[in-house]
């Protein structure tokens, strides 16, 4: 099996990588690339004395789950471009990796043109941070953790379509407690890699049905420029959002997932 995938070059996104090459013959990754120190270097979010504290913590409880930046295995095959420039190449120079049994989305650019087309031709999952429908648009999981909805923290594998993170819904990862606000969304990440590459490996993703998304249960939508420094500086400072209350993960309504899968 071969697998091709479109993500980042963050800690995260590398361990994905590693995972799936453990699973598949060749792995070809188009990795675009930004700052490794978000908050500090500014790039996609801006860099603030706040950003800098709250991206801190995110960056630490992410190496302590994924490692830090590290080299790849032997049977991946990478493209590195910066983020952004991703609907500018030509299919033609990614031909060697669209030849794959398998496709995936996670942590790329809003893919456009005849890269998208292709793509939902062959089926590909896209890794959407968030409960969907409930929780959509741009970093969903800080938004449902500022909320107390922390039974909205998770992840959503679904369809890759047209619409942002709108494709039907195959399975939610949820994940299990962690006392700590910042691991337990980073914990969520760790459910989607385990969910997707799981169900990959068993096949079983591929008998699973396509549930259309119900735009009319959304929760709560958020946009790049909600996430500011007074936000953060809110979320930081308020006490409640620094422990989670156990008995809300552990209780959570779980009829609300599609086939979900925790870790």
Not at 41 to 59: C, G, W
Not at 198 to 210: A, C, G, N, Q, V
């Amino acid at each position: 099996m071969t697998i091709t995938i479109f993500t980042s070059n963050q800690p995260r996104h590398l361990s994905l990588i590693r995972d799936l090459s453990k699973i598949s013959k060749k792995v070809y990754a188009i990795i675009e690339v930004s700052t490794v120190f978000p908050g500090e270097v500014k790039d996609f979010y801006n860099n603030s004395p706040i950003m800098n504290k709250y991206f801190q913590k995110v960056r630490n409880s992410e190496i302590s789950f994924f490692g830090n930046i590290s080299f790849l295995p032997p049977n991946v095959k990478p493209i590195i471009i910066k983020s952004g420039d991703l609907n500018k190449i030509k299919l033609n120079i990614l031909s060697e990796g669209l030849n794959s049994d398998k496709y995936i989305v996670f942590g790329s650019s809003y893919i456009k043109g005849p890269l998208i087309d292709f793509l939902i031709n062959k089926n590909t999952y896209n890794i959407h941070m968030g409960v969907s429908p409930y929780y959509r648009g741009s970093s969903c999981n800080f938004w449902a953790s500022y909320n107390g909805d922390y039974n909205m923290i998770g992840s959503t594998i679904h369809m890759l379509s047209k619409g942002l993170d709108s494709g039907p819904i195959l399975f939610h990862c949820l994940p299990n407690f962690e006392k700590n606000i910042f691991d337990f969304s980073m914990r969520s990440v760790l459910s989607a890699h385990k969910g997707i590459v799981e169900m990959i490996k068993t096949k079983r993703i591929d008998s699973f049905k396509k549930h259309p998304q119900n735009k009319s249960s959304e929760i709560f939508y958020s946009k790049k420029i909600d996430f500011n420094d007074k936000i953060v500086s809110e979320y930081l400072r308020d006490i409640k959002f620094q422990k989670l209350n156990k008995s809300k993960v552990v209780n959570r309504d779980k009829s609300i997932y599609i086939n979900p899968f925790f870790y």
